[in-house]
């Protein structure tokens, strides 16, 4: 079992400290008889300013290693290092006081439609306990990603582009330092799609954080720094944008993203 990770040509930063660490990382489902492994040998890194996109057909583990690392579920084999702390072995409480240091982005917007676009992002400053400051934090980073003159709106009365840009906004509010986006563009049209990736990069850079991506949208593959490719529970490639394409006839490109 190799305890690195497959070797790559991108720039890996010398100096920085990875935001993510895994190494010979299995994950299983079920018990006994029906136990089935899922992920095999997993080892990476990701680096505090980079995109790195998530690519494979679906069943291949995306999803559950996107789970992992944002501590959504437990880990027990290998070693996974998020945000400096070891997640293999800790218990449901030490799970969410690590998720609350990691920002998520869903496909579904998930906002509360009752509430207005800024008291949303409100609701992940009060998990903070900064009850004072909400207002101004979250009329801050809406006015990042465009929405200041939509602060007051309820969802209703949003696009859907607009409503991926304050769910965004939710996720960046406390600033923090692992981004996590399963299928963020899926359910928007191609220019919405493309603005709020562009949007994604564009603050990946100004604060310095982790974006980790899961995509089956070949639209958007230009704005990562890295792209890896999980099959049938293993990390097959760690490539540059522009090698993950090279290699690929666009037949096989949709091979690698979407066939089982």
Known sequence: ??????????????????SVRVRNLDYFFGRGDLRKQVLFDISL????GQIVIMTGPSGSGKTTLLTLIG???????????????ELVGLGNRQLVEIRRNIGFIFQAHNLFESLTAAQNVEMAVELTGNFRGKRRLAVDILSQVGLAE????????????QKQRVAIARALVNQPKLILADEPTAALDKKSGRDVVTLMQHLAREKGCTILMVTH???IL???????????GRLESDESPQQFVDSHTPKSLDQKMFIM
Do not use: C, H
Not at 1 to 18: D, G, I, K, R
Not at 45 to 48: E, F, I, K, M, R
């Open 1 to 18: 079992m190799s305890a690195t990770p497959l070797s790559t040509s991108f720039p890996v930063p010398e100096t920085t400290t990875s």
């Open 45 to 48: 890194d990701l680096y505090p």
């Open 71 to 85: 501590a959504l579920r437990s880990a027990t084999q290998g070693s996974l290092q998020v945000l400096g702390k």
């Open 150 to 161: 939509r602060a007051d709106y309820k969802p209703a009365a949003l696009s859907g582009g």
């Open 217 to 219: 949208d070949n639209r």
């Open 222 to 232: 230009d704005v990562a720094d890295r792209i890896i490719n999980l099959v049938d």
